[in-house]
């Protein structure tokens, strides 16, 4: 396999890569390169471009290549495996890139594969939503932007019953399609109150709690007490929360005394499974409007398939209709013309007798203006008229007489006045 290793820093190899290089590089060679630089650790410093500081500080060590990749690391200069190689290859010194090449290889396959692993980092947790993780179905459903997990029913059981738990399970969810909620199999872990998270799922994601009773699940105290949870819940919400299963014969603790327990040993026309299966599922208005749907679905087929058919005598039937209404407005306007013609004859005739009745009316006002003028005429004018004499005999006497009577109350009254004055002096 080869692998371009120009792209692979030299920093990046092992200590052991680097110990042997040392090794190798670090002894003093006499002879020089075709190109004169020392075969030793200082034709690589030269090539290096390293300084005159660097390079008494190096003369000094006692590991001089080892210092100088530590330096290179340090100031991180862009270095690869294949520009040492070619620098191994201008001092002469084939025999490193023999001993090392492989070793390199290595260390590059390492690198690359650390380099790969970094590109990828995990995301960082929300306190909010890492609250509502409790299944592993709301991991897969959140990172699918979905709402958490949601189930039919929690499936309560004693661990001496999960050979039957199991076979219920798969009836369930493969058979009836129905989703299932396990403490031991859904449950995340970490979850710091078991009993809480428990509770938090049978109150608000799961429809029902399914129980299955035996001589073993009555023992269990957190069995016990989820039971007395699930029976709260219930009350409370006014639901029905529990579907007892009698799977062992035992004696049955007041909460499910009084309910309609499903008994899996009982034989004959007793349909354990489907009675199960219907206390189980939530009926609601989804339910009806997928069978709508479904009942669409069916019908529409044989319906696109009657299309042409059905619309090659739409249009005949289009085409009578238009020819039936041309016929029937024709009809029409034959008979409009025909019942104007007479209409006119009727109104002039109409016309004539109207004009001589108001001629006749005119007549006959005019006769009786000139008799009413006539009876005027012979009447007697009011200036002729005598004029009436108001003031007879007969009235000035009677005023007298009350003009008398006036006097005399006046002059009693007077008197009455004076006694009444001398009294009170």
Known sequence: MTMDLSTVPLVAISVGSKQVISTLLNPTKVLPSENGLPRDWRGLAYLLELSAEVMTLLSSHSNPTIY??????QKEKNITIK???????QISRWDIIDDIEDMFEKDAVKYL???QRAQISADMVEQNVDKEILTQGDVHRLKEGLETQYYDAFLLYAD???????????KLETEYQLKLCLKDRDLVAGITFE???VMKIINER?????IIISPSFLISAANKFFLNYAQALSIDKQQRKIVPCLYKRCELP???KYMFILDYNRKGLYDFWGKLRDSIRALNSSVKCTQKTTELTNTLPNKCSDLPQVCQEAK???????QEKIENCVIKNMNDTKALHSSGTKRSKMLKWVKSTANWKTKQNKQNDHLIMDKLANLPSLDNLDSLNLTSDSTIDIYEKKKKKKNLFDKFTKKGQMRKIAVQT
Not at 83 to 89: A, G, Q
Not at 316 to 322: A, D, F, I, M
């Open 316 to 322: 005949e039937e289009t085409s009578k209709n238009t």
């Open 195 to 197: 009993h809480e998270a």
């Open 113 to 115: 594969e650390e380099k």
């Open 254 to 256: 007041m909460q499910l």
């Open 206 to 210: 799961c429809n029902r709690v399914l």
């Open 83 to 89: 520009d040492f190689y070619l620098m191994m290859e």
């Open 68 to 73: 100088m990749l530590t330096i290179l690391e």
């Open 160 to 170: 001496e019953d999960v050979s039957f738990a199991s076979k219920m399970v798969e």
